[in-house]
């Protein structure tokens, strides 16, 4: 009979590492993770099922995309500026379920616009689009590009509109109605109705300043240089000069962002040099 063999080492790891077994699994423990903290979804967004959103949004981008083809206004696979977005975004876009484990599943598109406007979006969904005059105007680099596409993806991920969409249904139809159509079944036809607003829907201000710091950890991970958030807010400030003062706009200001995306600096940096050396 062969007598089992005992490592010292091991019999003096074995009851720490019975302990540290014990504290994972105990209830309330939570593994810190690197990067960013926005804290939780807001509780507006469980007033409102997902599907219905993105079902809406699936819907309005279709409708978009044929007017502009329409008016020859749509970027074909084969323009360069598209190829350059789905690339970034197929960096990207792997990273998205961490914040949104829904991501996994959604059909995800980019498209360009052509247009002069200095924008760029990103549906419930997955449903991404730039317009050229983002591009063209500010003469992006790659990483800024990511900043962008990172900062549109979190509105999406952290279900921005979903939330403003459960907060304008409540307000309109009151607590006590809520809680008669608690199946969602009114409530559902609601949103829907509030879904028109979903091209032109406005973020609040912390909603802006969670989607910078969300969109930047995304990009850091995707390997783009997060510190190209202070240079695109440099370009955006040069370009809207003329702009009303924060308090009287929903977006933060362009040097309150610089100073939160050099504050949050030091969390996603490392996590951009593991992704560039990996």
Same mark, same amino acid.
């Given at each position: 009979?062969?007598?089992?063999?005992?490592?010292?080492?091991?019999?003096?790891?074995?009851? %720490?590492?019975?302990?540290?077994?014990?504290?994972?699994? =105990?209830?309330?423990?939570?593994? &810190?993770?690197? *990067?960013?903290? %926005?804290?939780?979804?807001?509780?507006?967004?469980?007033?409102?099922?997902?599907? /219905? #959103?993105?079902? +809406?949004?699936?819907?309005?981008? /279709?409708?978009?995309?044929?007017?502009?083809?329409?008016?020859?206004?749509?970027?074909?696979?084969?323009?360069?500026?598209?190829?350059?977005?789905?690339?970034?975004?197929?960096?990207?876009?792997?990273?998205?379920?961490?914040?949104?484990?829904?991501?996994?599943?959604?059909?995800?598109?980019?498209?360009?616009?052509?247009?002069?406007?200095?924008? &760029?979006?990103?549906?419930? *969904?997955?449903?991404?689009?730039?317009? +050229?005059?983002?591009?063209?105007?500010?003469?992006? /680099?790659?990483?800024?590009?990511?900043?962008?596409?990172?900062?549109? #993806?979190?509105?999406?991920?952290?279900?921005?509109?979903?939330?403003?969409?459960?907060? +304008?249904?409540?307000?309109?139809?009151?607590?006590?109605?809520?809680?008669?159509?608690?199946?969602? *079944?009114?409530?559902?036809?609601?949103?829907?109705?509030?879904?028109?607003?979903?091209?032109? =829907?406005?973020?609040?201000?912390?909603?802006?300043?969670? &989607?910078?710091? #969300?969109?930047?950890? =995304?990009?850091?991970?995707?390997?783009?240089?997060?510190?190209?958030?202070?240079?695109?807010?440099?370009?955006?400030?040069?370009?809207?000069? *003329?702009?009303?003062?924060?308090?009287?706009?929903?977006?933060? +200001?362009?040097?309150?962002?610089?100073?939160?995306?050099?504050?949050?600096?030091?969390?996603?940096?490392?996590?951009?040099?593991?992704?560039?050396?990996?």
């Amino acid at each position: 009979m062969t007598t089992p063999h005992h490592c010292p080492l091991c019999l003096q790891r074995r009851p %720490v590492l019975q302990g540290m077994a014990l504290l994972l699994t =105990l209830p309330g423990i939570v593994q &810190a993770r690197d *990067g960013v903290d %926005v804290g939780a979804n807001s509780a507006f967004s469980n007033l409102v099922a997902a599907d /219905t #959103v993105e079902k +809406s949004a699936a819907l309005q981008y /279709t409708q978009m995309l044929q007017q502009a083809a329409e008016k020859n206004a749509l970027g074909g696979k084969d323009h360069p500026q598209v190829r350059r977005l789905r690339a970034i975004a197929n960096k990207i876009i792997p990273y998205s379920a961490s914040w949104n484990p829904r991501a996994k599943d959604w059909r995800w598109e980019v498209n360009l616009i052509g247009s002069q406007q200095i924008n &760029a979006f990103c549906m419930p *969904g997955g449903k991404i689009a730039f317009y +050229s005059g983002i591009l063209e105007q500010l003469k992006l /680099t790659d990483n800024e590009v990511a900043t962008v596409m990172g900062h549109e #993806v979190a509105h999406a991920l952290r279900e921005h509109a979903r939330a403003r969409m459960g907060k +304008s249904a409540a307000t309109s139809m009151g607590a006590s109605l809520l809680g008669q159509v608690f199946g969602f *079944g009114q409530l559902g036809q609601t949103v829907t109705n509030y879904g028109a607003q979903l091209l032109t =829907l406005q973020f609040s201000r912390s909603d802006e300043s969670e &989607a910078d710091l #969300v969109g930047m950890e =995304l990009a850091a991970r995707a390997g783009f240089d997060p510190r190209a958030g202070v240079t695109l807010w440099q370009k955006m400030a040069a370009a809207s000069r *003329g702009a009303p003062p924060q308090w009287l706009s929903t977006h933060p +200001s362009g040097d309150t962002r610089i100073s939160d995306i050099e504050r949050n600096l030091p969390k996603v940096t490392p996590i951009y040099e593991r992704a560039r050396q990996g």
